[in-house]
């Protein structure tokens, strides 16, 4: 049980990992479109704080990515 709970935090921390990484790929390109103060762009910088929080948390109980 507690190896099975292990493996789906680690799941879900690999899953916001990706995440982030794919928020911040977009809003580079949408950046060098010249389109950072679009509402899609908004909408990612909100996205990227709350993966950042919510990574931040990991982090805190001793969970960071390698």
């Known amino acids: ?3 099975e709970r292990l493996a789906a935090y680690e799941r879900v921390y690999a899953e916001i ?3 982030r990484d794919q928020v911040l790929l977009e809003m580079e390109r949408l950046r ?6 679009g509402a899609t762009y908004r909408q ?3 996205q990227k704080l ?6 931040a948390q ?7 990515a390698p």
């Not at 060098?32 to 103060?37: E, L, M, P, Q």
């Not at 709350?50 to 990574?55: C, K």
């Open 1 to 3: 049980m507690d190896e």
């Open 17 to 19: 990992l990706r995440e």
């Open 32 to 37: 060098a479109a010249g389109k950072s103060r």
């Open 44 to 46: 990612l910088m909100a």
């Open 50 to 55: 709350t993966v950042q929080g919510l990574i």
């Open 58 to 64: 990991f982090a805190a109980h001793g969970i960071e």
